[in-house]
């Protein structure tokens, strides 16, 4: 987060950049000294994202098959994640967040661009030098009543991973490493032999996050972790997270749809849209200081769970549906349901970048933006 | 200390923009029971609530909570077997729909109280058009011919406005998008004009922009045709920009009751202070969340006494013992609250600190 640099600094830095979000916000003094003692330390980031693509391809025939299109489901993403910090990513439905985590994981094989892991081009990877850098990138599941295979016991699941990496835990040593990492996300140790079905759906996600842990990755990918649960386990399974993050150096992608969860544990939030990332910067840029139009509709219509901070806000109802990604718009991907959007948004694709107008300024709102007509507007400020 | 048996909104019998005959549907001491092998699972043990025309009265709960079940018995559609309702009286208009016959609640279901439910992919009919769908029910109840059921469909159409409502009536459900098809759930509600609606978790599966987009349509309608309105949710969030009154249930029992504003404001309840505590908030950033401990009970063993006290920071022996009624909540000074009523042997700590 911003505070880890001098402030001094944060002029010289504007010049337009595709990936750096280590700029430095002018609100160094003000809210976002709550957060200083989390482990944000930088430097080289751990985790380059530059261009990303994933395009499904639409086929037709059955027997010579041709491809008719694509999905474009993630269209050139870059983003850079630092060691012991959590990046939020949010986004509605549809926008390639989940296919994003995918390829981090290289579940799935991108069309385009490049992941570098420690200055390591994770895409080009294959065989045993993929698998030494897997074991460093893990992944906690959305659904904990469907990750966890029904048939096998917990102390199979997380063991599991010690067989396919033998060199992380010795033969013997295994059992009583899964009742260690048991013990560190707050399961009774004795639950080694229970199967899945016994435990309730945060206990469960306790038991998809040993396994993560498991092998002592540097970075945990987390697809919507706490969505499935109950408002009151939310919030233990949230706390858990952020104390494993401050005990183990963990760097966390943090994918999900509830802005508020994601303000809480995130340090810096990129908004994705239909493939591309919209806004990024510090929460604080992003929650207080949104320039693109479709962070701002976003923000705007969270439900706030307080009447009275509710009744001054301004409501910003988009109208229509996400375009589908096989076909999207040109030009800027958002135009279509935006209020702002004139004849240079049909034609030229905004980049992500500092908008000219806060170039060079010390604000807030100086931070990478995906808009021809980014300006500030405070639409929130109780998310 | 009073006892109240109802929910009521003010002390005056008649809720807002009322007809003059009462609350709409009045549920009293309602329980609902299933029977497994694990043993008798207890769903709703004794819920008392109320709604008049043109009130929105929000059911908070976790899962397991009951609410869904308590509508589920309000429609008249839950299993029964395994299902039992061994006590409490479900009253539509004074009548008790519990004591009907199955034809006299089927007239009921659908016309006069309509249910929009969570996931309209799985509730709708996958081989069968929206329009089809829309029309069945002006075929069933008002034995419209084919052609006419259809036109009629259009126009529900149009009126949760869905684009070219004219040339997708004989589209398909998976031809819709989430939030469309969320519309077409509501407009198969409000298709007899309905005077109670029960919409259960109708914006769970949706993204928060179209979230958004259905509850100011939902919202927009039920003032058009003065409706009572139940909604369903364990968004505190959704509760907080459309609902008039909140009940707030646990383990199958209500354990607050109050007008929007003051549940957020001032909770009587320490399940609901938990709640609310357990929302992350701007000023707590980098603390720990505040969390509420443990798990909701197992339906079958609920906890004797209050069933939040094993969760319960303030929890003393009497709750341990004693099952907490809900109670009149009053100001300092002893004047009463009005609708507000909370089941916690301590709600006076609570609410005045």
């Not at chain 2, 002390?11 to 001491?29: E, H």
């Not at chain 2, 309000?74 to 199955?102: H, N, T, V």
């Not at chain 2, 939040?308 to 009624?325: G, L, W």
């Amino acid at each position: 987060m911003a505070e880890f640099k001098k402030s001094g600094e944060a002029v010289a830095d504007a010049t337009p950049r595709t990936t750096g979000v280590d700029k430095v916000d002018a609100a160094t003094e003000t809210a976002a000294v709550a957060a200083v003692e989390k482990p944000a330390g930088r430097g080289e980031p751990i985790l380059q994202v530059r261009n990303l693509v994933k395009h499904f391809p639409l086929t037709q025939g059955i027997l010579f098959k041709k491809q008719v299109g694509a999905v474009k489901a993630v269209d050139g993403i870059s983003f850079d994640l630092y060691q012991g910090e959590t990046l939020g990513i949010v986004g509605e439905s549809g926008c390639g967040k989940s296919t994003v985590a995918k390829l981090l994981m290289t579940l799935e094989t991108a069309t385009a661009g490049e992941v570098f892991f420690k200055g390591q081009d994770i895409t080009k990877l294959s065989g045993r030098a993929l698998k030494a850098v897997r074991r460093n990138i893990q992944m906690v599941f959305q659904d904990p009543y469907t990750s966890l295979n029904p048939r096998m016991t917990v102390g199979d699941i997380i063991g599991e991973t010690f067989e396919i990496h033998p060199e992380v835990a010795p033969k013997g040593e295994r059992r009583r490493k899964v009742q260690d990492l048991l013990d560190v996300v707050g399961l009774n140790p004795e639950y080694i032999n229970r199967y899945p079905h016994q435990f309730s759906g945060g206990q469960r996600q306790r038991i998809g996050i040993a396994r993560g842990l498991a092998l002592n990755p540097e970075i945990i990918i987390c697809d919507e972790p706490v969505s499935a649960l109950d408002v009151s386990v939310q919030a233990q399974v949230i706390n858990l997270m952020e104390k494993l993050q401050d005990e183990f150096n963990l760097s966390y992608l943090f994918i999900a749809h509830d802005l508020s969860i994601v303000r809480h544990i995130s340090d810096r939030v990129g908004v994705m849209y239909l493939g591309k990332m919209a806004e990024i910067g510090t929460d604080e840029q992003i929650y207080d200081h949104p320039t693109h139009p479709y962070t701002q509709a976003l923000l705007s219509a969270v439900p706030v769970p307080d009447p009275s901070a509710r009744e001054g806000r301004e409501r910003i109802i988009l109208t229509g549906d996400v375009p589908s990604p096989a076909n999207p718009p040109s030009g800027c991907r958002f135009r279509t349901r935006c209020w702002k959007a004139e004849a240079k948004c049909a034609e030229e694709v905004p980049l992500l970048a500092v908008p000219e107008r806060f170039k060079g300024q010390d604000t807030p709102a100086a931070h990478e933006s995906a808009c021809h007509f980014a300006e500030e507007k405070d639409v929130v400020g109780a998310v | 200390m009073t006892i109240i048996d109802t929910t009521a909104d003010a002390p005056a019998p008649k809720g807002p923009a009322d007809d003059g005959s009462g609350p709409l549907l009045d549920v009293r001491d309602l329980h609902v029971e299933f029977k497994t092998r694990d043993g008798i699972v207890k769903a709703v043990n004794g819920v008392n609530y109320n709604v008049s025309a043109g009130e929105t009265l929000a059911v908070l709960g976790e899962s397991g909570s009951g609410k869904s079940v308590t509508a589920q018995a309000i429609m008249g559609i839950l299993d029964m077997p395994p299902g039992r309702i061994p006590q409490g009286e479900i009253l539509f208009r004074g009548q008790d729909m519990l004591k009907m016959s199955y034809e006299e609640r089927r007239k009921i279901r659908g016309r006069k109280i309509a249910m929009i439910f969570q996931d309209a992919l799985s509730s709708l009919n996958p081989v069968l058009s929206v329009g089809y769908q829309l029309g069945e029910m002006f075929r069933v109840h008002q034995g419209l011919s084919k052609k006419d059921a259809k036109a009629k469909a259009i126009d529900l159409m149009d009126r949760v406005r869905i684009p070219a409502a004219k040339e997708r009536v004989n589209d398909y459900p998976h031809m819709f998008s989430g939030g469309m098809r969320q519309r077409i759930m509501i407009a198969m509600a409000l298709a007899l004009e309905p005077d109670l609606i029960i919409a259960d978790e109708p914006t769970t599966a949706l993204d928060v922009t179209v979230q958004a987009q259905v509850m100011d349509l939902l919202a927009e309608l039920q003032t058009e045709y003065n409706m009572g309105l139940i909604l369903i949710t364990h968004d505190l969030g959704v509760v907080a920009d459309v609902a008039d009154k909140i009940a707030v249930m646990y383990a199958g029992r209500i354990v607050e009751t109050a007008p929007v504003h003051e549940l957020y404001s001032r909770p009587a309840h320490p399940y609901t202070r938990g709640l609310l505590d357990s929302i992350p908030r701007l000023d707590q950033k980098g603390q720990e969340l505040y969390a509420i401990k443990g798990l909701p009970p197992n339906l079958t063993r609920i906890p004797p006494g209050c069933a939040f006290n094993p969760r319960c920071p303030k929890a003393q022996d009497i709750c341990r013992t004693d099952i907490p009624a809900l109670v009149q909540v009053t100001e300092r000074d002893g004047s009463a609250l009005p609708g507000r009523g909370s089941a916690c042997h301590f709600w006076k700590e609570q609410i005045h600190g």
